[in-house]
């Protein structure tokens, strides 16, 4: 779910600024999962950009206040909420952990890293949600040491279908700042894409599993 609709205008419109997000519907991207993607979103970007990150920090952090109160400690999934989920818990005078994808194979085999007690309340920091999957992975991990998990915000979602189903699975309330329809409206607007690109990004979007270019 959006949070605020000028917000998610906003974010949009950095992220292409500093090229966070690149739309390439004729030399599509190949993620790891093996899609052919006309997107590519990497928040880690906006870590180099002072004002932007500043301005993602602000928003998370009111946002969180204004979603969930103040919880015991921000969480932030490894690795690409990591730096934001640092700088919003600062922002909030909060302690931060952040969980790995899985335990490590050495030393103490942390998946969570920091200080977290069982009974604590979590709210987790995402940099981008595809289809939930590292997402949830990350909650659960967070559940299975004895947190308690109150909600998400993220930067930025595709909106997948399968997303959402994962996420009513867990009965998880999740907020982000942009989405991908809000994207590509403003993408038009600003001229960072063309009308005619447009029916291709919609059509990866309802389909991206089986999309090809054309």
Same mark, same amino acid.
């Given at each position: 779910m959006i949070l605020d609709i000028e917000t998610a205008k906003k974010?949009?419109?950095?992220?292409?600024?500093?090229?966070? *997000?690149k739309?390439? @519907?004729?030399?599509?991207?190949? /993620?790891?999962?093996? /899609?052919?993607? @006309?997107?590519?979103?990497?928040?880690?970007?906006?870590?180099?950009?002072?004002?932007v990150r500043n301005y993602?920090?602000?928003?998370?952090?009111?946002?969180?206040?204004?979603?969930?109160?103040? @919880?015991?400690? *921000?969480?932030?999934?490894?690795t690409g909420a990591i730096g934001i989920g640092a700088l919003v818990a600062e922002c909030l005078e909060l302690p931060f952990v952040y969980v790995r994808p899985k @335990?490590?194979?050495h030393g103490r085999q942390n998946q969570i890293e920091g200080f977290l007690q069982a009974?604590?309340?979590?709210?987790?920091?995402?940099?981008?949600?595809?289809?939930?999957?590292?997402?949830l992975n990350a909650v659960n991990a967070l559940k299975n040491a004895g947190a308690e998990v109150v909600g998400m915000l993220a930067i930025f979602s595709y909106g997948f279908d399968l997303s959402t189903q994962n996420f009513e699975r867990q009965d998880l309330d999740y907020h982000v700042l942009s989405n991908y329809e809000t994207l590509i409206k403003q993408a038009v607007e600003s001229d960072y894409l063309k009308e005619s690109d447009v029916q291709a990004l919609s059509a990866w979007r309802d389909n991206p599993s089986n999309w090809q270019p054309k």
């Open positions: 974010t949009a419109e950095l992220l292409l600024q500093i090229k966070a *997000i739309l390439e @519907p004729q030399h599509p991207f190949t /993620w790891s999962s093996g /899609w052919k993607s @006309p997107i590519y979103c990497d928040n880690r970007v906006m870590l180099s950009y002072p004002a993602v920090k602000k928003q998370l952090a009111e946002q969180l206040r204004k979603q969930y109160g103040k @919880p015991d400690v *921000i969480a932030g999934v490894a @335990p490590k194979k009974g604590q309340k979590v709210v987790v920091i995402e940099d981008l949600i595809s289809t939930g999957k590292s997402s």
